[in-house]
C-alpha cells in the first residue's frame, strides 16, 4: 500500500463506483425504462382513422364533374374485445417488474464481483509482500552457504541447489507482484477504469466476515441480504414474473381468437343539383370471423410457454437452495480453517521463528536452521491469506444468495 496514494477505497466505495458506471448495471436500468415504454405502449388506444370518399363523381351526364357528388366523412376506431387488451397490458406489466427484478439482480452480481475482486486484489498484495520476504530470506541462506562453501563447509552441489533455489524465488516475487497490479487493474475495470491508484483497506480483509467469525448456520440461514433486495430471493422471483408473464400471453392468445370490432360514424352528404344538398349519418361496425383460424397454434405454444415457466420456478428454488449449501459449507469451511490458523497455527510458527532467531543469536542454531524456520512461517501466513480470501469470497456469495 506504501506504493500508491495515502487515499484507501473501502469495499463499499469499491461497490458504490461500479453501480454507478457499471455496463451491465447500465444497461439493466436501460432495460427498465424500455419496459415501461413498452407498457406505455400496451395501454395506448389504437388510433382513429379518417376516411373521406366521394361517389358519382366524374361521369357522364348529369353525374359530370362534382355536382352531383355523394360525400361521405367517416372516423373509424378498432375496439379490442375480450380479455385480450387486458392480457397484453399484463404482459406488459409483468415485463416491467422482470425488467426492475433483472436490474436488482444485476446490481447483487455486480456487488458480490466487487467484494470477491477487492479481496482478490488484497490478497494479491499480501502473497506479493510474502514473496519478497521469501526472495530475501533466499538471498540470505545463498550468501550465508556461500560463505560455508569458502571455508569449505558445503558442498559444490548444496551450494548450486541453493542458487537455483533462489532465483526460482526472485522470479516468483516478480509474478506475485505482476498478478498483484493485475488484480487491482481488475478491481477498477468494475467502473470502466483502466487502474486504480488508491490504497486498498488491509484491515477489512483480516477483520470477521458480517456472518461472524465461526459459521453459525442458523444465523447464516437468518441473514438478511444486502439493503433493499426483497424477502424473496430475486432469481426465484424472476422465474415467478416469467410465469406470470406467460400466463398473460396465454390469455392473449386466447382473446385473439376473436379479434376486435371496429366502429364506423360518419356523415354523408347528398346533392342532387348545384343548389341542393341533404345528409345523413353513417353508422357501422365490423368484426373479422374466427371460421377458419382460431388461433389454435398461437394457444399451443403459448400453453407449452407456460408449462415450461412453471417447471422453471421449481428449478430456481431447488438452484437457490443448492447453491445456498454449497456457499455455506465453503464459508464453515473457511472459516475453521482461518481460525485453526490465526488462532493456533501462526502464533505458533511465530513463535518456533522467534526462538530460531534467539537459538542463531546465541550460537545455538546455524543460519539455515533460522532461515527454515522463518520459511514455515512464512508458508503458515500465505496459507492464512488464501484461507481468508475464500472466507471473502464464500461470504458474497451467500450475501448475494440471501
Known sequence: AAAFAADVLTPEQAVTRALERNPAVTAARDGVDVAEARLRRARAWDNPTLSVEAED???????????????????????????GRRATIRGARADMELASVDAAIAERDVRRDVIIAYAEAVAAERLATLERERARLGATAREAVERRYRAGLESELQRSRVEVETSGLQAAARRAQSEAQQRRRDLAAHWREADLDLALDQAWFDAAPVFGPRADPEAIRAAPGAAGHPPEHSHVARARLAQARAEAALAAARGARFGGIEAVVGNRQFRSGPADSDQAWVLGLSMPLPLWDRNGAGIAEARAALAASEIQVEEAARELVSEREAARADYE???????????????????????????????????????????????LAERLVRARLELRRAEARLDNLH
Open 57 to 83: 363523381v366524374l361521369g357522364r351526364g348529369e353525374y359530370a364533374g362534382f355536382d352531383a357528388a355523394q360525400t361521405t366523412v367517416s372516423m373509424s376506431q378498432p375496439l379490442p374485445l375480450g380479455a
Open 333 to 379: 469451511a473457511a472459516a475453521l480453517e482461518v481460525e485453526a490458523l490465526a488462532g493456533s497455527g501462526l502464533p505458533a510458527a511465530t513463535l518456533a521463528a522467534q526462538l530460531a532467531a534467539q537459538g542463531y543469536d546465541g550460537g545455538r542454531l546455524s543460519l539455515l536452521e533460522r532461515l527454515d524456520a522463518e520459511r514455515a512461517l512464512s508458508d
